[in-house]
C-alpha cells in the first residue's frame, strides 16, 4: 500500500480541491514514441493536466521535458517540490524521485526501495486517486515490466478513468497487457487515439446526471431497459443481478454506455443484444473486484493477534479450523489469511496441533483461473513485508509464486452465493465489499446464509464499508471499527432456502412474444435484401488492402477477366483494359480515409468495343470484421456499346471523337493532380519521419549511457563473483583436504566406526567395519538394523534410541558369534552448530586383552590351588 505518511508528513497549506482532471501517464521502455505520439494529438485546451512518470536511471539527465515540448504546444516542465498543478500543462518526473500528489501540490520523495524494485508508477498513481477521486485518470502506455497495474486498481476503485495502450501498438507490451489483466480498462487504443478517446468520453460524461450518492430516479422506459438488461446478463452469464443496487447498476450501465458513446439507454440494451462479448465486460465491470494482500493492516493485526488466539485456546488438539472467503477475486485474501494463521499457530505457546482449511469461492471464472496459480506481479513487495517474502512466496520469473505450504491450504471454486450450495460448519467466514453492492432484501438473506454456515462462536468479517445492521440481529459485535462478529446462539429469522435466481423468469414468455413479430420483420427485410442483390443491385467486388478479391456480386464478366497463366485473383492482374491502369492510382487514394471516390465515363475495353462505366470506390471502416477492405462498385453509364472512332474521310476527326479525347485528358490531369499529393504526402511523412529518427536518436543516446552503466555494475559484480568463486574454491580444496585427513586418521586407529543419523539410517562407516558387520558402499542411507551382522547385541537399538534420548554416552562390552570382544561405545553426533544430528558407534577390538585377561584368571586360580598366589 501507499506510504501515506511519508506524503502527510510533509507540510502543505490547504488548497481548494481541483475542478479539472489529473491525467497520470506511466511509461518505460519504447514509451518516448508512445508519448510523443500522445502529445502530438492532445490538444493545447484540453483543460487537464499531464503527469508524465518513466523509470530513469538515477544519474541520468532528463532530456524528456525537451523532446516532448517539440511536439506539444503545452508547457512542459520537470517537476520540484510542492509543485502546484495547473491545467494544460506537462509536469515530468525528475531521476532518482518518487513523486505523489497531495491536494493538487505535487511532492517529490527520495525512493526507499532498492534500484530494481521501485515503481514509480505505482506509487503516483494511488496518491492520485486518493487524492482526486473521480477526477483521476491514468494511462498506462508501452513499457517492460508490471508498474502501473495496482495504481490503475485503485484509480479504478475511486470511479476514476482508466486508459490502456492496444499491447498491439506498444513497442514492449509487458506493461500495458499486464494492466490489461490486472482491471478493466476504459479504454484500448493505440496511443495517437487515446486523447481523441479520452475527450469523448469525458464529454458524454461531463452531462448533468443525477447524484449517485442515492438511489437515482428512473421513468419508465429506464427501469423497463434496465431489466431488459438484466435479463441479457443473466441470459448470457447465467447470473442473476435483479438484486444488486440499482445505482451501483445504473452508474456501471452508464460508463460503458460513455465508451461506446451510446445516448440512449434503450440503444443500449439493443447494442448489448447484439455483441455477447459486451456483455462479458459489463458483467466483469459490475463485479468490480479490487482486491490486494493484508488490505486494512489492521484487521489482520487483529486476526494473529487476538481472534486466532482465542480460537486454540478453545479447540482441541489436532482440530482443523474451516474458512470461507467469499468473493475472493484473485486470491489476495484467501492467501493472506493462510499466512496470518500459519504465523499466529507459530507464534502460539500451547503444545496443540491445529491446521486450517480455506474455501476462497467467487462468481467470475478468470479470477478463480489466477487465483489458483498463485502467481503474483513483484509489485506486491508494495503490500507484503520482505519478512513475509521471503518465508512464504518463491521468486517466479519476474514476479513471485505462493509456496505449496500456503497453497495447499487453500481450495479455490467457481460459485455464486445467491444460488449455489453453501460452505458449512466453518469456524471463520470472511466477506469483505461484496454486501455493499446488494439490495437490503439479498442482504438479510445472505447474513441468514452465513449464520446457517457457521459453527457456534464462529466468527464472521465484513468490509469496513458495510453497515453494522448488515449483521442482521444474528450476530453479535466484536469490533466496530474492524468489523468482525460471532454468530449468536438462536438465529430470529431463518430465511435461507428462497433466492432470487429466478427472478423475472416469468417475464420471458411475454418478451418472447413481443420479440417474435420483429423476428418476423427481420425475414422478411433479409428476403428483401436478397431479391435486391440478386436483381437490381449493380456488380461489385471487396478486396484487401493488397488487391485480393473476398467477394464477387453480380456479373463482372465486362470488367474483370482471369489472366492467362496460374490462377490469380487479384483485382490488378484480373481488370480489363482500361481499369487496369486507372485503379492503381485510385485504390491508393481510397486506403487515405473512409470517404467514397467518384470516377465516371471509365472506358473499358471488350474485344472490338468499348464500355463507359462509372466506378464508385470506398474503404470499409464498418464492420469491424471488414475493417481496411474495399469495395468496388460498377454501375454501367449506358447498355449502347460505341464502336472505335474514326477519322473523317476529310482527315478531321469527328466531334465525338474530340469529346472522348478531352475525357481522357481531364483524367489523365485528375491522376497527374493526384500524384502530385501522393508526393507532397510523402514529403511531409519523410520530413515526421526524420523528427522521429531525431528523437529516437536522442533516445538511443540516453540508452546508451544507461547500458554503460549497466556494463561498469556487473563488471564490478564480475569480479565481485570472481572473488567469491576463489573463495569458494579454497574452502572446497579445504574440505577436501579435511575430508582426507579424518578418511586416514579413521583407518589408521584401527577402530570399526559407524554413523548414523536420527532414523538409524547408515550415513558412514570405515573399513574395519565391514570384519564385525557385512555392509557395502550401496548399503548407505539403509537402516542399521536391517542389515546382518556377527554382534551378539540384541539392545543395540535400544541403546541406540536411549542415548538419542538423553544424550548420554553408553559402553558396552559384546562378544561376536566368531569369539571375538568388542567394546561398543554409543555417542551422539554433534554439529559444529551443536546440534543433535545422529550417532557415533565405535567397536574397539579387546579380543587380545581379553583372552590375556582369561589366561591370567585361570593362571591366578591355578596358583591358588597350590597355594602359591600371594596377592
Known amino acids: 500500500m501507499l506510504n501515506k505518511s511519508k506524503v502527510l508528513s510533509t507540510e502543505i497549506k490547504t488548497t481548494k480541491k481541483n475542478n479539472f482532471h489529473i491525467v497520470g501517464i506511466g511509461a518505460s521502455a519504447g514509451g518516448l514514441e508512445a508519448l510523443e505520439l500522445f502529445f502530438e494529438n492532445t490538444p493545447k485546451n484540453s483543460g487537464m493536466a499531464y503527469v508524465v512518470i518513466q523509470h530513469l536511471a538515477p544519474d541520468y539527465v532528463g532530456m524528456l521535458p525537451e523532446l516532448l515540448q517539440?511536439?506539444?504546444?503545452?508547457?512542459?516542465?520537470?517537476?520540484?517540490?510542492?509543485?502546484?498543478?495547473?491545467?494544460?500543462?506537462?509536469?515530468?518526473?525528475?531521476?532518482?524521485?518518487?513523486?505523489?500528489?497531495?491536494?493538487?501540490?505535487?511532492?517529490?520523495?527520495?525512493?526507499?526501495?532498492?534500484?530494481?524494485?521501485?515503481?514509480?508508477?505505482?506509487?503516483?498513481?494511488?496518491?492520485?486517486?486518493?487524492?482526486?477521486?473521480?477526477?483521476?485518470?491514468?494511462?498506462?502506455?508501452?513499457?517492460?515490466?508490471?508498474?502501473?497495474?495496482?495504481?490503475?486498481?485503485?484509480?479504478?476503485?475511486?470511479?476514476?478513468?482508466?486508459?490502456?495502450?492496444?499491447?498491439?501498438?506498444?513497442?514492449?507490451?509487458?506493461?500495458?497487457?499486464?494492466?490489461?489483466?490486472?482491471?478493466?480498462?476504459?479504454?484500448?487504443?493505440?496511443?495517437?487515439?487515446?486523447?481523441?478517446?479520452?475527450?469523448?468520453?469525458?464529454?458524454?460524461?461531463?452531462?448533468?446526471?443525477?447524484?449517485?450518492?442515492?438511489?437515482?430516479?428512473?421513468?419508465?422506459?429506464?427501469?423497463?431497459?434496465?431489466?431488459?438488461?438484466?435479463?441479457?446478463?443473466?441470459?448470457?452469464?447465467?447470473?442473476?443481478?435483479?438484486?444488486?443496487?440499482?445505482?451501483?447498476?445504473?452508474?456501471?450501465?452508464?460508463?460503458?454506455?460513455?465508451?461506446?458513446?451510446?445516448?440512449?439507454?434503450?440503444?443500449?440494451?439493443?447494442?448489448?443484444?447484439?455483441?455477447?462479448?459486451?456483455?462479458?465486460?459489463?458483467?466483469?465491470?459490475?463485479?468490480?473486484?479490487?482486491?490486494?494482500?493484508?488490505?486494512?493492516?489492521?484487521?489482520?493485526?487483529?486476526?494473529?493477534?487476538?481472534?486466532?488466539?482465542?480460537?486454540?485456546?478453545?479447540?482441541?488438539?489436532?482440530?482443523?479450523?474451516?474458512?470461507?472467503?467469499?468473493?475472493?477475486?484473485?486470491?489476495?485474501?484467501?492467501?493472506?489469511?493462510?499466512?496470518?494463521?500459519?504465523?499466529?499457530?507459530?507464534?502460539?505457546?500451547?503444545?496443540?496441533?491445529?491446521?486450517?482449511?480455506?474455501?476462497?469461492?467467487?462468481?467470475?471464472?478468470?479470477?478463480?483461473?489466477?487465483?489458483?496459480?498463485?502467481?503474483?506481479?513483484?509489485?506486491?513487495?508494495?503490500?507484503?513485508?520482505?519478512?513475509?517474502?521471503?518465508?512464504?512466496?518463491?521468486?517466479?520469473?519476474?514476479?513471485?509464486?505462493?509456496?505449496?505450504?500456503?497453497?495447499?491450504?487453500?481450495?479455490?471454486?467457481?460459485?455464486?452465493?445467491?444460488?449455489?450450495?453453501?460452505?458449512?460448519?466453518?469456524?471463520?467466514?470472511?466477506?469483505?465489499?461484496?454486501?455493499?453492492?446488494?439490495?437490503?432484501?439479498?442482504?438479510?438473506?445472505?447474513?441468514?446464509?452465513?449464520h446457517y454456515c457457521l459453527k457456534p462462536g464462529g466468527i464472521m468479517l465484513l468490509g469496513s464499508a458495510e453497515n453494522d445492521n448488515s449483521a442482521n440481529g444474528n450476530f453479535s459485535l466484536i469490533d466496530t471499527r474492524l468489523k468482525f462478529f460471532e454468530r449468536s446462539e438462536i438465529q430470529k429469522q431463518i430465511e435461507i432456502q428462497h433466492f432470487p435466481s429466478s427472478f423475472l423468469q416469468s417475464k420471458m414468455t411475454q418478451t418472447d412474444i413481443q420479440m417474435k413479430p420483429m423476428k418476423e420483420i427481420e425475414n422478411i427485410q433479409t428476403l428483401t435484401d436478397k431479391l435486391l442483390l440478386q436483381r437490381f443491385l449493380p456488380s461489385s467486388v471487396l478486396i484487401n488492402d493488397q488487391g485480393d478479391i473476398l467477394y464477387i456480386t453480380g456479373k463482372t464478366g465486362k470488367y474483370l477477366e482471369p489472366a492467362a497463366g496460374k490462377a490469380n485473383m487479384n483485382i490488378y492482374a484480373m481488370a480489363r483494359e482500361g481499369l487496369s491502369t486507372m485503379l492503381v492510382g485510385a485504390i491508393r487514394k481510397a486506403k487515405q480515409n473512409y470517404e467514397p471516390l467518384y470516377f465516371k465515363n471509365i472506358k473499358v475495353g471488350a474485344g472490338s468495343s468499348i464500355y463507359l462505366v462509372d466506378l464508385t470506390i470506398q474503404q470499409n471502416e464498418n464492420p469491424e470484421a471488414l475493417k481496411g477492405s474495399i469495395m468496388i462498385v460498377f454501375s454501367d453509364v449506358a447498355t449502347v456499346i460505341l464502336e472505335k472512332p474514326s477519322k473523317k474521310s476529310n482527315g478531321k476527326i469527328s466531334l465525338a471523337h474530340q469529346q472522348e479525347l478531352e475525357i481522357d485528358l481531364k483524367r489523365v490531369n485528375e491522376e497527374l493532380q493526384s500524384t502530385q499529393e501522393e508526393m507532397q504526402t510523402s514529403q511531409e511523412e519523410l520530413k515526421s519521419t526524420n523528427e522521429e529518427m531525431q528523437s529516437t536518436n536522442e533516445e538511443l543516446q540516453s540508452t546508451n549511457e544507461e547500458l554503460t552503466t549497466s556494463k561498469e555494475e556487473m563488471q564490478s559484480l564480475n569480479e565481485e563473483l570472481q572473488t567469491v568463486n576463489v573463495e569458494l574454491q579454497t574452502k572446497i580444496s579445504d574440505?577436501?583436504?579435511?575430508?582426507?585427513?579424518?578418511?586416514?586418521?579413521?583407518?589408521?586407529?584401527?577402530?570399526?566406526?559407524?554413523?548414523?543419523?536420527?532414523?538409524?539410517?547408515?550415513?558412514?562407516?570405515?573399513?574395519?567395519?565391514k570384519k564385525i558387520v557385512k555392509l557395502r558402499t550401496s548399503d548407505i542411507g539403509r537402516p542399521f538394523t536391517e542389515i546382518a551382522n556377527d554382534l551378539k547385541y540384541p539392545k543395540i537399538t535400544t541403546h541406540a534410541k536411549e542415548v538419542l534420548r538423553t544424550l548420554v554416552a553408553k559402553e558396552t562390552a559384546i562378544t561376536t558369534n566368531s569369539g571375538n570382544w568388542f567394546i561398543v561405545r554409543i555417542m551422539p553426533y554433534r554439529t559444529f552448530e551443536d546440534k543433535i544430528d545422529g550417532l557415533v558407534i565405535t567397536f574397539v577390538d579387546v579380543t587380545e586383552a581379553k583372552k590375556l585377561e582369561i589366561e591370567l584368571n585361570e593362571t591366578v586360580e591355578l596358583l591358588r590351588k597350590h597355594n602359591l598366589y600371594k596377592p
Request: with cysteine.
Open 70 to 450: 517539440r511536439v506539444t504546444p503545452m508547457k512542459v516542465e520537470q517537476a520540484t517540490q510542492s509543485l502546484q498543478i495547473k491545467p494544460n500543462q506537462v509536469y515530468v518526473i525528475p531521476p532518482n524521485k518518487s513523486m505523489t500528489v497531495v491536494d493538487g501540490i505535487l511532492h517529490l520523495l527520495k525512493p526507499t526501495e532498492p534500484r530494481g524494485l521501485r515503481l514509480p508508477i505505482d506509487t503516483f498513481f494511488e496518491s492520485l486517486a486518493i487524492d482526486q477521486k473521480e477526477k483521476s485518470i491514468g494511462i498506462v502506455l508501452s513499457g517492460m515490466g508490471a508498474d502501473g497495474s495496482i495504481g490503475l486498481k485503485a484509480i479504478k476503485e475511486s470511479n476514476g478513468i482508466v486508459l490502456v495502450q492496444d499491447p498491439a501498438d506498444a513497442k514492449f507490451d509487458a506493461m500495458p497487457q499486464s494492466a490489461i489483466e490486472t482491471t478493466q480498462a476504459d479504454i484500448i487504443a493505440p496511443a495517437n487515439k487515446l486523447p481523441a478517446s479520452l475527450t469523448e468520453f469525458l464529454k458524454h460524461n461531463s452531462q448533468p446526471k443525477a447524484p449517485t450518492t442515492h438511489t437515482p430516479v428512473f421513468d419508465e422506459d429506464d427501469s423497463s431497459s434496465i431489466e431488459k438488461i438484466i435479463l441479457l446478463l443473466q441470459t448470457q452469464t447465467g447470473h442473476d443481478f435483479s438484486l444488486y443496487k440499482k445505482n451501483t447498476l445504473y452508474r456501471r450501465i452508464e460508463r460503458r454506455m460513455m465508451v461506446h458513446r451510446v445516448d440512449k439507454i434503450n440503444n443500449y440494451v439493443r447494442f448489448l443484444s447484439e455483441n455477447p462479448i459486451e456483455a462479458d465486460i459489463l458483467f466483469k465491470e459490475l463485479l468490480i473486484g479490487v482486491t490486494n494482500f493484508f488490505r486494512e493492516p489492521a484487521v489482520w493485526e487483529k486476526l494473529k493477534t487476538e481472534i486466532f488466539p482465542a480460537l486454540f485456546e478453545t479447540s482441541p488438539d489436532g482440530y482443523v479450523f474451516r474458512a470461507w472467503v467469499a468473493g475472493c477475486s484473485t486470491g489476495e485474501e484467501a492467501y493472506s489469511l493462510a499466512i496470518v494463521f500459519r504465523e499466529a499457530y507459530e507464534n502460539t505457546k500451547l503444545q496443540k496441533h491445529f491446521s486450517l482449511q480455506i474455501f476462497a469461492s467467487d462468481l467470475e471464472n478468470d479470477a478463480i483461473i489466477l487465483a489458483r496459480k498463485g502467481e503474483f506481479l513483484a509489485n506486491i513487495t508494495k503490500d507484503v513485508s520482505p519478512e513475509r517474502i521471503n518465508q512464504f512466496f518463491t521468486v517466479n520469473g519476474a514476479g513471485f509464486r505462493i509456496n505449496s505450504s500456503i497453497r495447499e491450504m487453500v481450495i479455490f471454486a467457481n460459485q455464486n452465493v445467491i444460488k449455489d450450495p453453501p460452505f458449512t460448519k466453518l469456524d471463520f467466514l470472511s466477506c469483505r465489499n461484496m454486501l455493499i453492492y446488494m439490495e437490503a432484501e439479498l442482504q438479510k438473506k445472505l447474513m441468514s446464509l452465513f
Open 735 to 769: 574440505f577436501e583436504q579435511t575430508n582426507n585427513d579424518m578418511i586416514n586418521l579413521l583407518n589408521s586407529t584401527d577402530i570399526a566406526t559407524l554413523f548414523l543419523d536420527k532414523a538409524l539410517n547408515i550415513r558412514r562407516f570405515t573399513d574395519q567395519l
